[in-house]
C-alpha cells in the first residue's frame, strides 16, 4: 500500500469565540427633541456570545479586531404629521460616525 502525500495545511480557525449579538427594542417609545441627537436604546439582549454588549448603553464593544455587520431599524412617530420631518440615523465607531443614514418625512 502506497501512503499518499499530505497536502498544505489551511488557516486554522479562530481560537476564541467569535463576536455576536442581538438586542431589540419593541415596547419602550423613545420621545426625542427636534434638533437633537439621541442614542437609540435597544434594551432586550437576546444574546451575546462574548458579553460584549451592554443593554444599559446600547454600546457593543467587541475584544477582538475584525469586520464587523451592524444593523438597526428605527420608526417614527411624529407627534405633528402634517409637518415635514428629518431623521438621521449613524452608526458610530468610536464616536465617529462610519454609516449614515438620512431620511425626509
Known amino acids: 500500500m502506497h501512503k499518499r502525500p499530505q497536502g498544505s495545511q489551511g488557516d486554522q480557525g479562530p481560537s476564541e469565540q467569535e463576536s455576536a449579538f442581538r438586542a431589540e427594542n419593541n415596547l419602550i417609545a423613545q420621545p426625542i427633541v427636534a434638533g437633537s441627537s439621541v442614542i437609540v436604546n435597544f434594551p432586550n439582549e437576546i ?4 458579553n460584549e454588549y451592554d443593554p444599559a448603553t446600547s454600546i457593543f464593544t467587541p475584544t477582538q479586531s475584525g469586520v464587523y455587520s451592524i444593523c438597526a431599524n428605527v420608526g417614527l412617530l411624529p407627534i405633528n404629521p402634517a409637518i415635514n420631518h428629518a431623521t438621521e440615523l449613524s452608526i458610530q465607531v468610536n464616536g465617529i460616525a462610519q454609516v449614515v443614514s438620512s431620511n425626509f418625512i
Open 47 to 50: 444574546f451575546d456570545l462574548n
